[in-house]
């Protein structure tokens, strides 16, 4: 069975251009997860989707940040414009339903110049 | 104040010691999750528990909901073990995660 997909798996943009990140979760789980990573630090959920309903995105700066996933299925998450400071890991997770085992894709690593 | 820590940050080892990384939460949980991240790889769950102790293969994870505090053994580590180790809670509707423990084991 195939894991969670993401890509790309490495992003070089200059700041204030858009970027955007693909995630393909296992098949048959509703939950989806949006995290970022700093260096030496654990991850950070940006938001949670159960279904195609993002039910926490209390931590998702809107103002630059966004996020959809439709059908239920694949997610994209969105950056425009870039900020120096969003130059991190971005890791999107799936469970097949809230608080079971998250499956990790490997993350895309965004640098910002 | 974060509401799970993890103790130690960093952790070198010798080849064939046992290892506990600790950790404390302080908000009440559903579950809690040990997960594995290899250097420049992707996170794998390791073990998801609510109560007692679960074993797989040379990895022993316990928890005590009592005191908020759960551990991480490995028992005759070896350099492939070598990763970072995050300890994660789950709750109604949050999940918290440590910083990590970065493990170093030496040949």
């Known amino acids: 069975e195939a894991g969670v997909v993401q890509s790309p798996r490495y992003k070089i943009i200059e700041k204030k251009q858009p970027v955007a990140f693909w995630c393909n979760p296992i098949s048959g789980h509703n939950t989806l997860y949006w995290y970022r990573q700093n260096l030496g630090q654990g991850p950070e959920l940006l938001i949670r989707y159960e279904n195609e309903e993002a039910v926490d995105d209390s931590q998702l700066p809107k103002d630059r940040f966004s996020a959809e996933r439709l059908k239920g299925v694949d997610s994209t998450l969105k950056i425009q414009p870039a900020e120096l400071g969003d130059s991190a890991v971005y890791l999107c997770?799936?469970?097949?339903?809230?608080?079971?085992?998250?499956?990790f894709g490997p993350g895309t690593r965004l640098t910002v110049l | 104040k974060n509401e799970v820590e993890q103790s130690p940050q960093n952790l070198t080892a010798q080849e064939g010691e046992f290892i506990t990384i600790n950790c404390s939460y302080s908000?009440?949980?559903?579950?809690l999750h040990w997960l594995q991240q290899h250097p420049g790889g992707g996170i794998v769950s390791l073990f998801m528990l609510s109560s007692g102790k679960k074993k797989h293969g040379r990895l022993i994870a316990t928890i005590n909901i009592q005191e908020k505090h759960s551990s991480l053994h490995i028992t005759a580590s070896h350099p492939r073990d070598s990763a970072v180790y995050i300890c994660a809670v789950s709750n109604f509707n949050k999940f918290y995660f440590g910083s990590g423990t970065k493990l170093n084991v030496k040949p």
């Open positions: 908000v009440g949980i559903s579950a």
């Open positions: 997770a799936s469970s097949p339903s809230w608080g079971d085992t998250q499956y």
